[in-house]
């Protein structure tokens, strides 16, 4: 059974039930399908049944649109979605030349850069880029179902993992500097310090900190590091 049929079965069942004689007619599993599930999802679902079982794809014409739910073949994104895939177009530019995320035709052209499903997953899930849970139910079913090719890089989750380690120390290094520095602005008009506020300073200021490295945390991400780091370094009375 191929890895499609597979998370068929998981998700649907196989489609073959007995009936009872006296059972009315068995219902086709598409009309099953819209019944239980909104239009949208089954049409995430079947976008990327097809898209997973392929080896490889073409990072910026059809993995970056994926991460959005966006199919490839479709001409007809509209400007908000454009703005959407450019922006993490020029951010995983930066993360190729960063070693971040692996690339198999490196030294191609980069609108012919081609990247494994598996290796462009992980690099998303580290980067904190919010994907469409059909895609994550795939890949995840994926990832621990089918063995690893012998050219998948896996040492790229490792090093990812470390540079995400060092930047989470950078945003907590920023926050401790502007409470001591800036010590108004990261508090609310009850004198109480604010996460928000303090993720808000570093990412606006975000070269400061990091340089020319892009942060891997989105400012959200910035605020729930914080936050907890205030809680746990607040004294108890």
Same mark, same amino acid.
């Given at each position: 059974?191929?890895?499609?049929?597979?998370?068929?079965?998981?998700?649907?069942?196989?489609?073959? *039930?007995?009936?009872?004689?006296?059972?009315?007619?068995?219902?086709?599993?598409?009309?099953?399908?819209?019944?239980?599930?909104?239009?949208?999802?089954?049409?995430?679902?079947?976008?990327?049944?097809?898209?997973?079982?392929?080896?490889?794809?073409?990072?910026?014409?059809?993995?970056?649109?994926?991460?959005?739910?966006?199919?490839?073949?479709?001409?007809? /994104?509209?400007?908000?979605?454009?703005?959407?895939?450019?922006?993490?177009?020029?951010?995983?530019? *930066?993360?190729?030349?960063?070693?971040?995320?692996?690339?198999?035709?490196?030294?191609? /052209?980069?609108?012919?850069?081609?990247?494994?499903?598996?290796?462009?997953?992980?690099?998303?899930?580290?980067?904190?880029?919010?994907?469409?849970?059909?895609?994550?139910?795939?890949?995840?079913?994926?990832?621990?179902?089918?063995?690893?090719? &012998?050219?998948?890089?896996?040492?790229?989750?490792?090093?990812?993992?470390?540079?995400?380690?060092?930047?989470?120390?950078?945003?907590?290094?920023?926050?401790?500097?502007?409470?001591?520095?800036?010590?108004?602005?990261?508090?609310?008009?009850?004198?109480?310090?604010?996460?928000?506020?303090?993720?808000?300073?570093?990412?606006?200021? &975000?070269?400061?900190?990091?340089?020319?490295?892009?942060?891997?945390?989105?400012?959200?991400?910035?605020?729930?590091?914080?936050?907890?780091?205030?809680?746990?370094?607040?004294?108890?009375?």
């Amino acid at each position: 059974m191929n890895i499609i049929n597979k998370i068929k079965t998981s998700l649907f069942g196989d489609g073959e *039930e007995v009936l009872p004689a006296t059972a009315a007619p068995k219902m086709p599993m598409s009309e099953r399908e819209r019944n239980v599930y909104d239009e949208e999802h089954l049409r995430l679902q079947k976008l990327y049944e097809k898209w997973i079982c392929k080896d490889k794809w073409l990072l910026y014409k059809e993995g970056i649109p994926l991460l959005f739910g966006i199919n490839p073949d479709a001409n007809n /994104s509209g400007n908000d979605e454009s703005i959407k895939t450019d922006e993490l177009w020029q951010h995983a530019q *930066e993360c190729v030349q960063k070693k971040l995320l692996s690339i198999l035709n490196i030294d191609n /052209s980069v609108d012919k850069w081609e990247v494994l499903p598996v290796d462009l997953y992980r690099w998303a899930m580290v980067s904190r880029i919010s994907v469409p849970d059909e895609f994550s139910v795939l890949m995840t079913f994926v990832i621990q179902t089918v063995k690893p090719e &012998q050219h998948s890089h896996a040492h790229t989750p490792v090093e990812q993992d470390a540079v995400l380690q060092k930047h989470r120390e950078i945003v907590l290094g920023a926050a401790t500097s502007l409470l001591v520095n800036a010590s108004k602005q990261c508090k609310n008009d009850q004198g109480e310090v604010v996460a928000l506020n303090i993720s808000r300073l570093i990412f606006e200021n &975000q070269q400061e900190w990091f340089g020319q490295d892009v942060p891997l945390l989105a400012e959200t991400a910035m605020t729930d590091l914080i936050d907890e780091y205030i809680r746990l370094t607040r004294p108890i009375i």
